[in-house]
């Protein structure tokens, strides 16, 4: 289990998160929304021990964190147990594509089963573009680069910020019908995400993020029947946007 309680993070005196609890099961399938400015990259970083939380308690799995961590103690983060994809993608330039997904298991001196590699390929279409550098492919390309190369980590916790942005209608629906596939395998994920229908067909559970602090949560039906008039008028917003 992923569980954060009373999570805080303070840049100065700005707090960007506030006292937030959620908790993501393995298997089970996450969906953070909220406005721009909201903190659901900062909560990535921080639920990823990117950033040091400067408040609350983190517990990833057995393993518990203490918040503000002591300067004299050393963090062992839980990676790559834990598996974060942000938008940036960190691909390196001089390796392929096929490289820069290989590289984790190549530094481990490990290789992914074939069957594995060759699934994730197959289900994020990647075969024709493998063997090209990141500046010969689009941005959704490198997109499903980075997905592939966190997933062949297989990680127990998966943690994804926007992994549809650059994707088309046809590729959202691929991914859409992967992560069901992910979570039996017993992967708990936390997606941000700013398409709704994305939230819709696959969360488990929805958390909206406001000003650093969860407004509501609960299942995915608080798309469509919203308790609070935060989440209400987002949606409202939302749907003229569309």
């Not at 997905?147 to 926007?162: H, N, S, T």
């Not at 398409?195 to 909206?208: E, G, I, P």
């Amino acid at each position: 289990m992923l569980k954060a309680t009373n999570l805080g993070l303070r840049f100065g005196g700005r707090e960007v998160l506030r006292g937030l609890n959620l908790t993501i099961e393995p298997g089970e399938i996450v969906t953070v929304i909220g406005p721009s400015g909201a903190g659901k990259t900062s909560l990535l970083k921080c639920l990823s021990l990117l950033e040091h939380p400067t408040s609350g308690n983190l517990q990833v799995d057995g393993e518990g964190y203490a918040f503000p961590w002591p300067e004299d103690k050393k963090l062992v983060a839980p990676w790559p147990m834990l598996t974060v994809v942000f938008q940036q993608l960190f691909l390196w330039p001089h390796l392929t594509l096929r490289e820069n997904i290989l590289l984790p298991h190549a530094a481990a001196a490990k290789h992914p089963p074939a069957r594995d590699f060759n699934r994730v390929v197959e289900v994020l279409e990647m075969a024709e573009f493998l063997d090209r550098y990141p500046n010969q492919v689009s941005g959704g390309q490198r997109q499903r680069c980075a997905l592939a190369r966190a997933i062949l980590l297989k990680p127990r916790y998966l943690l994804l910020d926007e992994i549809t942005s650059a994707l088309d209608v046809l590729q959202v629906a691929k991914i859409t019908g992967f992560l069901p596939e992910l979570a039996k395998q017993g992967i708990g994920m936390l997606l941000v995400t700013h398409l709704l229908n994305f939230a819709r067909h696959t969360s488990d559970k929805v958390l909206y993020l406001e000003n650093g602090a969860i407004v509501e949560s609960g299942s995915k039906s608080i798309l469509s029947k919203p308790k609070t008039p935060q989440l209400r008028a987002f949606l409202r917003a939302a749907e003229v946007a569309s």
